[in-house]
């Protein structure tokens, strides 16, 4: 278990640790303990303004891509050393497994930074089309609003490509999750950034992630979180006519064919869909397969997650730990007491309590599930799956696309030109296509209510640049 120092008293801003204009405070729950483990500042509209002051003083429109170069390559070096310490505190504050923590949770985010600063240095910022230079500028003040469910993966997706494009950034963390942005933070500093290129407010979504929207000094807004908020993020963007990037909820569907690895394709879609305890936007939370096989399918569930350990999240052996928060367990609890209501068949899990102490939820799997119910239409984030059976492809490619979100997904086939013939019909931004590995370059993010802009590698390096074109004589 950690034993770090989580009282956290000061916002950074213009390159110091600042007091908060107010004196209220933020406790952070360790949700497998349900003690306070920490606290952060509960900042107010006056830290805000301060905050985007300072990066509008930071922003230089006219940055040298070899200064962008220095800025990217000394953060990546610096949070990369505290890696170690970041991965303690994410276990310690929103319950990741360590040994998730200490792979996908620190691991992926230096991954996706290093295809920042490959995308960085192949990059042309300037081009000729006929008599037209055309010029790829910083787009300006970024407010990076970020969740709670990979903390620090998420703002690295937000920051780093800013840093990249020669932005500078207002950042907000997730109140159940902040510690670990604030060790970033760190690191930012130990990288010797200017004063204010990057600047970090912690407070209530309401005060600060508003602010931080309807800002007129502000000129890009990029939010994680769900669609509810994303939405009133997007209104209040849009009454300064600011841009909006928004990466929302997802109910993915991890799709089946006759004639696919149907064992492999379980086996790989129940770790997908239980990954970080479910708590992850792009999980394949709707596995859908053929009729004809179903009862093979849901034996083959039912093993498949029979060896996912629900516990401490600090023993290496622990594959799921608590929700990461009581809100969310309370939320995922709501899901699987109704799920029956709609004619859904429990195979595994349920409702049931798990440990005396800690907001945990065992893997639970629901068979039957209606594509049209709650349960095959709104998004859980836990470790909740769906199983739907369908008929032939037709119906299956109607499931897949008959929810509001489209983030992320799966095909699987006999041979990949099936799959990929299916996937090109899917409305969904992302999909593995026979178990195709994750691309931290690749583009990502949402169709529908799944989100606008792309995050990841050069696609998404260039939500942050503006263009402009000069028309030559």
């Known amino acids: 278990m950690s034993n770090h120092d989580y009282a956290r008293s000061k916002l950074f801003i213009g390159g110091r640790w600042v007091e908060p204009a107010g004196t209220a405070t933020i406790d952070v729950i360790d949700p497998a303990t349900e003690q306070v483990c920490g606290s952060v500042p509960s900042g107010t509209e006056a830290d805000v303004d301060a905050a985007v002051a300072a990066a509008r003083r930071a922003f230089d429109p006219l940055i040298s891509v070899d200064e962008r170069r220095e800025r990217l390559e000394a953060v990546i070096t610096a949070m990369e050393k505290r890696l170690p310490d970041i991965a303690e505190t994410i276990t310690q504050e929103m319950g990741a497994p360590i040994r998730i923590a200490q792979s996908v949770q620190t691991q992926v985010p230096l991954a996706v930074a290093r295809g920042f600063a490959d995308a960085l240095a192949r990059y042309e910022f300037e081009e000729r089309i006929g008599n037209s230079l055309v010029l790829r500028e910083p787009y300006g003040v970024v407010a990076a609003i970020t969740p709670w469910n990979y903390p620090l993966y998420q703002v690295v997706a937000k920051v780093l490509p800013a840093i990249a494009a020669g932005c500078t950034v207002v950042l907000k963390p997730s109140n159940d999750a902040p510690l670990s942005v604030f060790e970033f933070v760190d690191a930012l500093e130990d990288a010797g950034l200017p004063p204010g290129v990057v600047n970090l407010v912690s407070g209530p979504g309401r005060v600060i992630g508003e602010r931080m929207a309807a800002h007129p000094e502000v000129d ?32 993915s569907a991890n799709v089946i064919l006759d004639g696919a690895d149907l064992a492999t394709a379980i086996k790989v879609g129940v770790g997908n869909a239980f990954l970080n305890g479910g708590q992850t936007c792009m999980a394949w939370t709707r596995m859908l397969v053929p009729l004809s096989r179903y009862s093979e399918a849901l034996d083959l569930v039912q093993a498949a997650v029979s060896k996912y350990s629900v516990g401490d999240p600090w023993d290496p052996g ?12 309370q939320t995922v609890l709501g899901f699987i007491e109704r799920a029956p209501q709609d004619g859904a068949r429990l195979v595994t899990g349920g409702g049931q309590k798990v440990r005396d102490v800690g907001y945990y939820i065992a ?10 119910s709650e349960l095959g239409q709104e998004e859980v984030f836990g470790p909740v799956l769906a199983v ?22 799966a095909v699987w086939a006999a041979d990949d030109d099936t799959a990929i013939a299916f996937a090109r019909q899917v409305q969904t ?11 931290p370059a690749a583009p990502f993010g949402g169709y529908k209510k799944s989100g606008i802009g792309r995050e990841l590698g050069r696609i998404g390096f260039e939500e942050y640049l503006q263009t402009k074109s000069l028309q030559l004589p």
């Open 220 to 251: 890009f807004v990029s939010f994680t979180g769900s669609t509810g908020v994303g939405s009133r993020v997007g209104e209040l963007a849009g009454q300064s006519i600011k841009k909006v990037a928004l990466e929302l909820g997802g109910k």
């Open 318 to 329: 622990t594959r799921i730990g608590p929700s990461a928060s009581e809100a969310q367990y």
């Open 363 to 372: 893997p639970t799997v629901f068979a039957d599930v209606d594509p049209a």
């Open 388 to 409: 739907i059976p369908f008929r032939d492809t037709d119906e299956a490619l109607t499931i897949a696309n008959g929810t509001p979100y489209g983030l992320s997904g």
């Open 429 to 439: 931004g992302q999909l593995d296509i026979n178990g195709g590995k994750y691309n």
